[in-house]
């Protein structure tokens, strides 16, 4: 960057900034990255560590919708909307309520099968050119279920899955303990998916990314963007110390905080905010063998090299409430349950913004009205799972090339 101009900037430094400043520097382009916090400091710090290729389901299908009178009736429960916050919400749980009728949902299904085939791919190839590969672990992951009724509820997505070819195996009763010893004798089925990963730690791995974007000439500059706009053919941004900036091409993937930076260039995206919690227990607080997950209660338990992570529920509750940690510490409790022994002393806890769409597929592509900003949020649960594709796909766009994949399912105007 010289003079306070680039020629690509990109709002937030997310793993998905981060990844898609990695891609566009290799291409030689000069890139700066903007974030008020730092490189993977907020969201992509905390969350659950998951590749998780095979997750292609939007939320609103039907095994959820089914759960979601329940949920709500528990405070603490899997999915929480504050009363005060519903009339807010109102115009996206609608949306959320039609992306699960079935031609909807079969669409969002095939988009999200095929990011996540590029997600895989592209994943591959970026660790591979950053040197990254000791963060990925390949252990698979184990879905547990209380009852024989609870598992045969999944066999419809289970079916969706082995369309795209995602490998999985129903496990009896009898054999869980061979993937994971010491469970709770509550569980009667799970399904164990080999094909699923998980990271080290998402934070570090984050900052591997980015240290590959520097070493190709990637720079970052710690800042609040207050506004953005147009002069003289180029996008300025005006920084909240009263700084300005220009750049000639603008990526906009500020995750949860998007929305309103994608209205200056004339879209209105139904863009909410899931506030996700978790618990990150020491190492030794039980000897979990790969990343569990228990669909009823909608949480998941990870190892992770800093520590044993218990997270997921859902909050929708926007960016401006104090967070709720006993939502945290309902989580904790289920987990001390179903892993009797389980020490739960010495946690950190945690809450992130999850930015999240009614379809559950993201925002990628240009803008409405300037076709040189471009979009890179709303991935809700998938941010790391589909960061390097983005970045794969961010870059083709603004090399002028055409993407792997059809992005028109992805593209702001869609709502």
């Given amino acids: 960057m010289a003079g306070g101009h680039a020629q690509v900037a990109i709002l937030g430094g997310g793993i998905i900034g981060v990844a898609t400043a990695a891609y566009l520097a290799e291409a030689g382009h000069d890139v700066l990255v903007l974030d008020r916090s730092g490189i993977c400091e907020e969201t992509s710090a905390g969350n659950a560590g998951a590749f998780a290729f095979s997750d292609i389901l939007p939320m609103a299908h039907k095994d959820m919708l089914s759960q979601v009178p329940r949920w709500l009736a528990d405070p603490l429960g899997p999915l929480s909307i504050p009363p005060t916050y519903l009339p807010k919400l109102l115009p996206w749980l609608w949306r959320f309520l039609k992306a699960g009728r079935p031609a909807r949902f079969e669409a969002a299904v095939s988009a999200q099968a095929s990011m996540m085939m590029l997600a895989e791919r592209e994943w591959s190839a970026l660790m591979a050119r950053s040197a990254t590969q000791e963060f990925e672990r390949e252990d698979g992951c184990l879905e547990l279920y209380e009852s024989e009724a609870e598992f045969r509820a999944r066999e419809d997505d289970w079916r969706l899955r082995r369309r795209f070819h995602f490998r999985f195996r129903h496990l009896r009763k009898e054999e869980i303990a061979d993937y994971q010893p010491g469970l709770s004798d509550l569980?009667?089925?799970a399904t164990f998916v080999p094909g699923w990963k998980t990271v080290t730690d998402p934070q570090r791995l984050g900052q591997a990314i980015w240290a590959h974007a520097e070493q190709h000439g990637a720079h970052f500059m710690p800042a609040t963007v207050a506004a953005l706009g147009e002069e003289g053919g180029r996008i300025v941004i005006n920084l909240a110390g009263g700084e300005r900036l220009t750049c000639e091409k603008l990526v906009i993937a500020a995750g949860a905080w998007s929305r309103s930076f994608a209205a200056v260039f004339g879209d209105a995206v139904p863009l909410e905010t899931e506030r996700g919690y978790n618990t990150t227990l020491p190492s030794d607080a039980?000897?979990?063998k790969r990343q569990l997950?228990?669909?009823r209660h909608g949480f998941v338990i990870t190892p992770l090299e800093t520590g044993l992570r218990v997270g997921g529920a859902?909050?929708?509750?926007?960016?401006?409430?104090?967070?709720?940690?006993a939502r945290s510490r309902a989580m904790l409790d289920k987990a001390s349950r179903f892993l009797p022994g389980l020490k739960t002393a010495g946690g950190r806890q945690w809450m992130g913004y999850r930015p999240s769409l009614p379809d559950s597929l993201p925002v990628i592509g240009r803008s409405r009205d300037q076709p040189r900003v471009f979009y890179a949020f709303g991935h809700g649960h998938l941010g790391l799972t589909q960061a390097a594709a983005t970045g794969r796909l961010i870059r083709d766009l603004v090399l002028d090339r055409t993407p792997p994949i059809d992005l028109r399912p992805f593209r702001a105007r869609r709502f």
Wanted: proline fraction near 10%; charge should be neutral.
């Fill in 293 to 295: 997950i228990f669909p």
């Fill in 314 to 325: 859902v909050e929708l509750g926007g960016l401006k409430r104090s967070p709720n940690y």
């Fill in 286 to 288: 039980f000897d979990v």
């Fill in 187 to 189: 569980f009667e089925r």
